[in-house]
């Protein structure tokens, strides 16, 4: 056999903070953020379809703000908060409305595609907390599933929308009762 | 797939990766937003030896508008430039095309000034840049130049960004007078590149009379097209014009190209229906603006994140 010299590829220490936790690992520069969140630190939620930006399923919120983890370096993603699906539940198991949504409207069948309609749906309806039919089909308009149609997924959006208001309702009770 | 191997710059300044672009010379590939160039790594269309990552170059981060137009900063996300009010009023036609490009979601990753220095005919800000008339900025060790629109597109994916040079910003001049604009596009599926699109300008006087009317054409040529399509609407009005004729006279000057998505002739059809529905909008705008409208005064910078 004859010795091939293989050139001993960069590598990096780095830190991330996934859903408020600090994590180190280290990755070669061109690791993706999302195979580092699956591979390296085991946080298997997000999904990888495509891999080049198209299908939406590696979706994760950066500084709040849903991008591609698919067309990301994890180095890139050093400083930033980083929320995947994993992170969108309360600390104590409640699930995100958006979460919640999904569930009571059917939004999901095989639930590939799901992570990315999560994070993707909570980054907008922060920004638009009552969307019409229309906005919310605009909103997914980047993510793709295969299994719903579609229609299901829309009434997830908005019934999200009226979970989101229904608790803060009921979280204004429980303040006025006390 | 995966992206090949690289070596990985992350210079914090400007100095710093003008430095490293110097040093690694055409082996090496700017990282901006990475929403084109990392689909191209994933699928190995390009393997370039080193990546200098300007991600950290927060003082690139700006959207800076006066009265005469709108610099954006290499670092400056297209959502950025798109949600900024003071940018809109004084170039409507920005968000008019960035809301066309892709999907919100790219567009929180993806930058405005990436997009012109990937140069692809398809891609929306190409259009925009052409159709104002505006130009780069190009930064390199030592020196800075600033190259006008014309000179910028070279071909299909390729700018005139030289060896060791960071395209650092991107001026998108004001229209003068009574000016409308528009942006109209058809793709096979919502966010995907079009088959074809048109952004017009179209100057109108104190009648409301048509003076001049020009439109750029997106995914027709391998560099964007500017038509002056004056002549066809020249005199007329919102309400006296012949649309059709605008489109006849562009179609003269195209020589659209057929490819898995779209036949040639089909092209051609979207781009004369295109014509009439971006020059038909960009009137009726133009006759809205206040010619002596102070727009654009204010300055707004924004953080990198």
Redesign the interface.
């Known amino acids: 056999m004859t010795d091939t010299q293989i050139p001993t590829?960069?590598r990096?220490d780095i830190r991330l903070s996934v859903n408020g936790v600090p994590h180190t690992t280290t990755v070669?520069?061109?690791r993706?953020l999302s195979?580092c969140l699956r591979h390296d630190l085991g946080l298997t939620g997000t999904h990888v379809g495509c891999?080049?930006?198209v299908c939406?399923a590696c979706?994760v919120r950066?500084?709040g703000?849903?991008?591609?983890a698919?067309?990301?370096?994890a180095?890139?993603a050093q400083g930033?908060e980083i929320t995947t699906v994993e992170g969108l539940a309360e600390p104590d198991g409640t699930m995100h409305p958006v979460q919640q949504a999904f569930r009571e409207c059917h939004g999901l069948q095989c639930g590939f595609c799901t992570p990315g309609f999560l994070t993707?749906v909570s980054a907008f309806l922060e920004e638009n907390p009552t969307p019409t039919e229309e906005e919310a089909r605009?909103?997914v308009?980047?993510n793709l599933c295969r299994c719903t149609g579609y229609q299901n997924i829309v009434k997830s959006v908005l019934r999200a929308a009226e979970i989101t208001e229904e608790r803060k309702g009921c979280a204004h009770a429980e303040g006025d009762a006390r | 797939?995966?992206?090949?191997?690289?070596?990985?710059h992350?210079p914090t300044d400007l100095a710093e990766a003008l430095d490293a672009l110097a040093e690694v010379g055409h082996d090496g590939k700017v990282?901006a937003g990475?929403?084109s160039l990392?689909?191209m790594?994933?699928?190995r269309l390009a393997a370039p030896a080193h990546?200098v990552?300007i991600?950290g170059l927060s003082e690139l981060a700006y959207v800076r508008t006066d009265p005469g137009g709108v610099a954006v900063g290499a670092l400056a996300r297209h959502?950025e430039v798109e949600a900024d009010e003071a940018a809109h009023a004084v170039v409507p036609l920005l968000r008019q095309g960035l809301r066309l490009v892709?999907?919100?979601?790219?567009r929180?990753?993806g930058t405005t000034v990436g997009s012109l220095a990937h140069a692809d005919p398809s891609g929306e800000m190409t259009a925009v840049l052409a159709l104002l008339g505006g130009s780069m900025t190009l930064a390199r060790k030592g020196s800075t130049r600033t190259v006008a629109v014309e000179d910028f597109f070279v071909g299909p994916l390729e700018a005139s960004i030289e060896e060791g040079e960071l395209a650092v910003a991107a001026y998108f001049p004001r229209l003068p007078g009574r000016t409308g604009t528009e942006f109209v596009e058809i793709a096979r599926r919502?966010?995907d590149y079009a088959m074809c699109g048109v952004a017009a300008a179209v100057t109108v006087d104190d009648d409301l009379r048509i003076v001049s009317a020009r439109a750029a054409y997106l995914s027709l040529s391998p560099v964007p097209l500017v038509l002056d399509l004056t002549d066809a609407l020249i005199g007329r009005t919102a309400d006296t014009a012949v649309w059709q004729d605008a489109a006849t006279l562009a179609a003269g000057s195209l020589e659209p190209e057929g490819d898995i998505h779209a036949t040639a002739e089909y092209r051609a059809q979207l781009a004369g229906v295109l014509t009439v529905r971006a020059l038909r909008t960009a009137t009726e705008r133009a006759a809205l603006v206040d010619p002596n409208g102070t727009t654009g005064t204010t300055s707004t910078e924004r953080s990198a994140?």
């Open positions: 590829e960069q990096l070669t520069p061109r993706l195979d891999e080049h930006g939406g979706t950066i500084d703000k849903p991008m591609r698919c067309l990301m370096f180095v890139s930033h993707v605009e909103a308009s980047g | 797939m995966k992206p090949p191997a690289f070596r990985y992350a990282l990475g929403q990392i689909p790594l994933n699928m990546l990552d991600n959502a892709a999907h919100p979601v790219i929180n990753r919502h966010g994140r």
